[in-house]
């Protein structure tokens, strides 16, 4: 999908705004937050629960070559073709290929989030080939051009007139209706047919088994299992980091990934696939194509400060914790991930100086960390993009820099700093009271863009002290003091 993370200040303000938003927004995360709770004490001991799904993925980042090495041997030998994309152009290249060779006018898609990272949709409609989505929020956001508002529930603040008007403008109802049950067989009425006819299927991977060449899809609709046995091809997509050691961890990674988002214990549907149909099997694809999309996962591998990322299994916990997310959804972080886990990937998947309004909007306060039971160090990465940035801007910063030396400056005197609260306050209430930042000097535009500045009193607590000191003692206290 095409990045928009320049707009982030416009579109958090716009959410900020945004009525419906902000009523989704004050359920979702809490909401998310009591299942999970529900769900994690449904381990018998969560806290070594977490503790070893964290070392698997220590496990995944340490041995990452190898594990893939050893994936693809397994699912080669088990009749999977397995094919690698150095980045998004040749990922679509290579699907696209494999539609054409066999004359595949459309496929189905199970909900992915690497597909939408390299913008696999787009670039197969532009190429003649539709590309219709099968997970209903998915489906949602594909027809309204939306990106996703929540990993787990993409469409979920979309109010159902406004679901009614494009199902009936694209022909999947024939009456409005706002019925969510109406709207939701309508869809699968629609969906059926694309299934029966499906010659190519396109799911994500959750996780990849190196002991077994065996992917596995973890879903709640039954959507992927239709696109995993419906085709005669099948094309499963998946970023490096997706490879596990051996089944027993992915078992307990899925245990994980479903409690910690939706509280659930396992979701209602896991598939699990070693290579194409065998004999006498009665459903599956008679073939499949595993695509291992790189998308500069091995530049990030390669910097020890940064490779942690890859732990993350897209459980979407830390997105219902983050105070920002809770404030302005999905929509502003402007790519495929959002919350914390696109403030610490987007980065560095489209690059640090385009995107450090994601890592600037950020408290760090940790909480994602906390959640997080892939241990993604969100915070302490932040703060690397941050020092990046601020050492390759360096010689730019002037401005920073000379406010930072006067603040140091009016610090160490007194008189110094009494000064400059009486030249600053005047501008520091108007800007509070009108919001103007129009005429802001010294770039002190650029930091109150997205901040609200509280209205300050007329006078300063100093000035009033000076005028109470000799007043009379308010009698309650006098008696006190007697
Ligand atoms: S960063 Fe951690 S909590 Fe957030 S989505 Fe990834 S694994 Fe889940």
Redesign the pocket.
Known sequence: MEAHTDRFKVTAGRELKNELSQIFLSLLPPGFTILRQIGMSSFPDPESAVEQARAI?AEVIERMPELLEEFERNAVSRGARVLWARDAREANDIILDIARQRGITYATKGKSMITEEIGLNEHLIRNGVDAYETDLGEVITQLLELPPFH?VGPAINVPPEEISAVFLKKGIIKEPTTNPIELGKAVRVYLREKFRHLEMGIVGVNMAVAATGTIVNVENEGNIRMTKSSPKTLVAVMSLEKVVPTMADAVHMVRI?CR??TGQKMSSYVSMDTGPRKQGEVDGPEELFIVIVDNGRSEIYRDRETRD?L?????????N?CPVYAKIGGYPYGFAYS???GQ??NPLLLGIEETSDLYRACTLCGA?RQ??????D?PSLLLTYRAREVSRKGKDRKVEKSLAALVTLGISRAWIWNLGVRIMRPLFRRLAQNGNITDMPLGLKGWFTCRDLPDMPARTFHERWIDRRDAPLPERQRKKEV
């Open positions: 993925r990993i990934l910690n988002c990322v732990r993350c299994i897209r459980c979407g916990g830390c997105l914790t919350g914390p886990m610490v990937l994602c959640i997080c039971p892939a241990g993604v969100h």
